[in-house]
């Protein structure tokens, strides 16, 4: 019950049932689900949820610029050939920062991200050169998809995709089933991390995002990669390839 409590503190309360077994069962000890559900009734540990429902419509049409040649294959087999990025806002006392992230689909790790106050096209390229300058990819295999935003819209991506030799992609309007894992991890950026705290101004939302993203890719077991780690499920991948 003390390690089930520890698990829990490590997570940020974040952790249900079945990340906390997975975590019980890597260190050797012998306990189904259903037990370690009953042990963390007693100790009165809940995970941290979205309070509501989240709602995808359905509707949309591609974009004139690129179409939706992702089609919801969220798991492709090899690191580096499917990315997908989005901007979300975060709210201050000065105002709004907007972050823009990138997002390996084969080990659904946080690969390059950049904060603004400003949701400009330069935003999501700052991201993009992120990704890019530490994953070191062969963008002649590479697939960018995003949703139909202006900023993925503006010439001035569309073009460094381009020069990079990166196919584009876009979600259908409205749709945002087409690029669902993105925006889940925004969810649990927000529902497990920032909707409780109170920024003053951009540096402080800086320092709690990069945090989160630490968190996420190293030690934030993911249920859609058989709850392997971000950074564990690149370690395997790599070795595959």
């Known amino acids: ?20 077994h997975v975590e019980l069962t890597e260190q050797g000890h012998v306990i189904d689900v259903h ?24 509707p949309g049409k591609k974009h004139k610029y690129a179409p939706n040649l992702l089609t919801r294959q969220f798991n492709p087999a090899s690191v580096n050939t499917h990315w997908v990025g989005d901007i979300t806002y975060l709210k201050t006392h000065q105002g709004w920062s907007y972050l823009a992230c990138v997002l390996d689909l084969s080990t659904k790790e946080i690969i390059g991200y950049a904060l603004s106050q400003t949701p400009d096209a330069a935003l999501v390229n700052k991201a993009l050169l992120n990704a890019i300058s530490r994953q070191k990819p062969n963008t002649n295999k590479l697939m960018f998809h995003s949703d139909q935003g202006v900023q993925y819209s503006a010439r001035v991506f569309r073009d460094k995709l381009t020069q990079l030799n990166i196919t584009q992609s876009m979600s259908r309007r409205g749709n945002c089933w087409d690029n669902a894992v993105m925006d889940r991890f925004f969810r649990s950026l927000k529902t497990e991390r920032l909707n409780p705290l109170s920024f003053i101004n951009n540096k402080s939302v800086v320092n709690e995002v990069e945090n ?16 392997m780690t971000p950074h564990q499920k690149y370690n395997e991948l790599k070795k595959m390839a």
């Open 212 to 227: 989160h993203i630490r968190f996420y890719n190293y030690k934030r077991r993911h249920s859609g990669i058989e709850y």
């Open 35 to 58: 037990k370690t559900d009953s042990l963390m009734e007693k100790l009165n540990i809940k995970a941290i949820r979205p309070k509501k429902r989240h709602h995808y419509p359905t």
């Open 1 to 20: 019950m003390t390690l089930i409590k520890s698990i829990s503190v490590d997570s940020g309360n974040t952790y249900s049932r079945r990340r906390v």
